[in-house]
Each structure stands twice: as C-alpha cells, then as structure tokens.
C-alpha cells in the first residue's frame, strides 16, 4: 500500500515552484495587438515624410506655373502708327498688318492686346508730327513707327525726314510708348545718292536713340508683284501676313515680353504697397 501523504509532500515543492512562475507572467502587460488599419510609427513617419514632399513640389509647380500666364494677359495697346502701308490701303479692314498683328498676337496668347492703325494714305513726316497729341490720347504702351515713304516720293530734304523722325520718337518716348522703326527704302528714281541717304536715315535714329529697328518693313514683299496690289506699292493680304509673321513679330515680341514683365512687376509692387498700408 503506497504512503499517499508522504508523497504529496514531496510534490509540493515543485507545485509551488509552477505557480509562482504562472502567478508572474500574469501580471506582465500583454503586448497590444497591431490592427491593419492603425500604421506603426515608423509608418507613420513615412508617410508625413511622403506628404511633405508631395506638398513641396505642389507649391514650386504652382509658384511658376501662373508666371507666362500673369505675363500674357497683361493689357497692352499698341499703335501702328504711319502712312498708307500702316493703314491698308486697298486691302479689307480686317487684311491690314494691325488687324492681322492682333490676331496673331492673341492666338499667342497676348489675349488683352490691342493694335490700333492709326495710318493716314498719303501721310508725310511733317504731318505725322502735327496729329501726335491726338493719336498719344490712346496712350501706347508700344508704338510701331513706320512713316517717310511719301516724303521721299516728292523728294523732300533727307534732313527734314530725319528731323521730324526723331521728333516723333521722342515725343512717343517722352510719353511712356516704347518705339519700334520701320525702316523703309525707295526706287532709285530719284538718283543714287537720295536712296542711300533716305535708307540711311533708319539704322542712324535707332542707334541713336536706343530705339528696335525692323530693317526694312516691306522686305520679302516689296517688288513681288504676287504679294502686291496692281500699283506694286501695296501689299495684298497675303503681302501683309509676311510682313506681320518675318518682319514685326520677330523685333516686337522681345519688346512685349519685356512691356508685359515691367507691367506685371509694377502692379505687384502697387499690390504689396497697398496691403502694407490696410
């Protein structure tokens, strides 16, 4: 017969012994589970780095993106001003060059541009002095000057021409309008030495007065007598659309981009130095 007692009393050691061990692992804090929806911190951490950058380029790619925008939609006027070859003579009001230049500048994306023809057939140089201050009441931003063709076909002095050129300039330029100069040549008809000092005329009163020059405003039409109208002086419409396309917009868009860039500055700075005074 086994000594039941005195067996259990050698158990009970042991017993206690796996009790105590039970009794402290339930008392340490279990480990909370990580639910699929709740991220981790270094996820967390990811993630704000992720968003951060995202948000960075968001900002640089929207800071630069207005710019051309901000800088096309500035208003600009700008006025043709000269004689029969400015105002379109023989041609449909909507085929002349300042009709055919506000088209095109728009589709550029120049949308608040507007080309005034302020050209007058027969027009000379005397006479375009004389009516400066109506036609400054537009107040141009640029003015495209093409003026002298008629006073060298009556053979007025080279020196008259010139003087009264430089006298339009700087009456423009004195009221703000950034000047372009058509240059312009004529047939030798009248000798030699009158043709090359009226083409002379052109490149000296740029130079001298920090002014762009469109070398010559009829060149690749005049004397083509497809691109000419039957008294080969005036173009046709297709005549005018190379004059817009070759020979304005290669000299005036440099000048736009600059107008509109000083426009949009100036109006920025007029916005600042309003908010800083409220």
């Known amino acids: 017969m086994l000594n039941t007692p005195s067996r259990l009393a050698q158990c009970l050691p042991a017993i206690a012994m796996l009790a105590a061990v039970m009794a402290i692992s339930g008392c340490q804090k279990e480990t909370e589970p990580t639910t699929p929806n709740q991220p981790t911190d270094t996820q967390r951490s990811d993630t704000e780095t992720t968003d951060n950058q995202a948000n960075t380029t968001s900002v640089d790619a929207n800071a630069d993106a207005p710019t051309d925008m901000q800088v096309n939609d500035a208003p600009i006027t700008i006025l043709a001003l000269g004689d029969s ?10 085929d002349n060059y300042p009709a055919q230049l506000e088209d095109r500048l728009q589709a550029m994306g120049y949308k608040n541009t507007e080309v005034v023809n302020s050209g007058l057939s027969g027009e000379t140089s005397t006479g375009l002095v004389n009516r400066l201050d109506w036609v400054l009441q537009t107040k141009p931003d640029v003015t495209i000057l093409t003026i002298g063709a008629n006073d060298a076909i009556r053979g007025i002095d080279v020196a008259t021409i010139e003087a009264n050129i430089r006298t339009a300039v700087k009456r423009l330029q004195d009221n703000g309008s950034v000047v372009i100069l058509g240059g312009m040549s004529i047939y030798d008809n009248l000798g030699d030495d009158y043709v090359a000092a009226f083409s002379d005329i052109y490149p000296r009163v740029a130079k001298d007065m920090s002014v762009p020059l469109i070398p ?21 419409k297709e ?8 020979n304005i917009l290669p000299i005036l868009e440099p000048t736009l981009q600059e107008v509109t860039a000083a426009e949009t500055s100036q109006a920025d700075t007029t916005k600042n130095t309003t908010n800083e005074s409220t």
């Not at 039409?221 to 000419?228: I, P, S, T, Y």
């Open 216 to 236: 010559f405003f009829l060149e690749g039409v005049g004397g083509d007598a497809e691109l000419n109208q039957a008294d080969a002086i005036h173009p046709t």
């Open 85 to 94: 070859l400015t105002e379109g003579l023989g041609v449909d009001k909507d």
């Open 239 to 246: 005549g005018y659309t190379i004059i817009v396309n070759d």
